[in-house]
């Protein structure tokens, strides 16, 4: 089975901070996702990448960044964490092969920001 | 990006009783998926159809694809209280990209 996961489940932060949310996932896919999930809203993407050390803006890429050194890892930065930032983070990935896109995905991380 | 749009927000049913939860896109689709999330969680994939597909089972699942509609549902027959949940469609973009709606939260009362 695949398997996706998420560094922390809940993180509480400080305005300003930095903040790192790493993914790693074990079933070497190529694809990899970072959304954000609010009341109301559904799932909004920030960042996808497709391969190591690529990655392409989603819906809502702005004040955060992401890297992709290795294919298992994925990982999204709030370089200045504001209390609107305050969310659920849910990471994905999937594969190219089979054509479906089917995604996997972690069990997410709540974050709070103070 | 188009983004599929569920209807109802929510639905509250019985257990035993079926449950039907309906999705609007704007766009041609490759395929559209659904997936689950209990309260709190990640989401789980359920069942794909594809676009030239209009009728798709899987155990107490059943999915329907209009694409001349540009509709899709999802229907839950003999439903427990284990399914309550949220219940979201995600349509393909193409390049390994999905967009996901908003959702249907699904209580199941015992």
């Known amino acids: 089975d695949v398997k996706v996961t998420q560094s922390s489940r809940y993180l509480v932060k400080r305005t300003g901070e930095k903040v790192f949310l790493e993914c790693v996932q074990d079933?070497?896919?190529?694809?990899m996702f970072w959304y954000r999930q609010d009341p109301g809203l559904g799932l909004r993407l920030i960042y996808f990448?497709?391969?190591?050390?690529?990655?392409e803006k989603g819906d809502i890429p702005e004040g955060y960044s992401v890297s992709r050194e290795k294919k298992e890892r994925f990982s999204l930065i709030l370089e200045s964490a504001s209390t609107n930032q305050t969310s659920m983070y849910l990471c994905?990935?999937?594969?190219?092969?089979?054509?479906?896109?089917?995604?996997?995905f972690g069990p997410g991380t709540r974050l709070t920001v103070l | 990006s188009q983004q599929g749009e569920e209807d109802p927000q929510a639905l509250s049913i019985q257990e035993g009783e079926n449950a039907t939860m309906n999705c609007s896109y704007k766009?041609?689709?490759?395929?559209l998926q659904w997936y689950r999330q209990n309260s709190g969680r990640g989401l789980v994939h359920l069942i794909l159809?594809?676009?030239?597909?209009r009728e798709k089972h899987s155990g107490r699942l059943r999915v329907t694809l209009d694409t001349s509609k540009k509709s899709s549902s999802l229907l839950i027959t003999a439903s427990r209280a284990a399914d309550t949940a949220s219940y979201f469609c995600?349509?393909?973009?193409?390049?390994?990209?999905?967009?996901f709606g908003t959702g249907t939260k699904l209580q199941v009362i015992p």
């Open positions: 994905a990935s999937s594969s190219i092969t089979g054509g479906t896109d089917t995604q996997y």
């Open positions: 079933m070497d896919h190529e694809n």
């Open positions: 990448s497709y391969d190591v050390k690529m990655k």
């Open positions: 766009t041609s689709i490759n395929n």
């Open positions: 159809i594809r676009s030239n597909e």
């Open positions: 995600a349509t393909d973009e193409g390049y390994q990209k999905v967009t």
